[in-house]
Nanobody, 121 residues
Framework: QVQLVESGGGLVQPGGSLRLSCVGS????????MGWYRQAPGKQRELVAR???????NYARSVKGRFTISRDNAKNTVYLQMNSLKPEDTAVYYCSITLRSMYDGTARVYWGQGTQVTVSS
């Protein structure tokens, strides 16, 4: 069983910064990618950023240049540094991890419970 726990969310003024952390535990092997998603009230969940095994990253256009995803493999932890925050960044942020079988390529996706980020003056 895999568990992911996010932390670091909170209330911040526009232009401020936050760093989110996600710590994984359990049977974590063969990581395909780790990522951050967010969901605002009444909106679809959307990709924020992903990081792959070769440290390749992918960002949503709306956050590119402001957010940075990174990971510490030894700690099974992924981070999201968020700078120049805007009110439209307000959402619940979810950590995810995708594990892919080395035998048949089957993917398994796990999610954290989410952490609230509110950007408001």
């Amino acid at each position: 069983q895999v568990q992911l726990v996010e932390s670091g969310g909170g209330l911040v003024q526009p232009g401020g910064s936050l760093r989110l952390s996600c710590v994984g535990s359990g049977s974590i092997f063969n990581i395909s990618d780790m990522g951050w998603y967010r969901q605002a009230p009444g909106k679809q969940r959307e990709l924020v950023a992903r990081i792959f095994s070769g440290v390749t990253t992918n960002y949503a256009r709306s956050v590119k240049g402001r957010f940075t995803i990174s990971r510490d493999n030894a700690k099974n932890t992924v981070y999201l540094q968020m700078n120049s925050l805007k009110p439209e960044d307000t959402a619940v942020y979810y950590c995810s991890i995708t594990l892919r079988s080395m035998y048949d390529g089957t993917a398994r996706v796990y999610w954290g419970q989410g952490t609230q980020v509110t950007v408001s003056s």
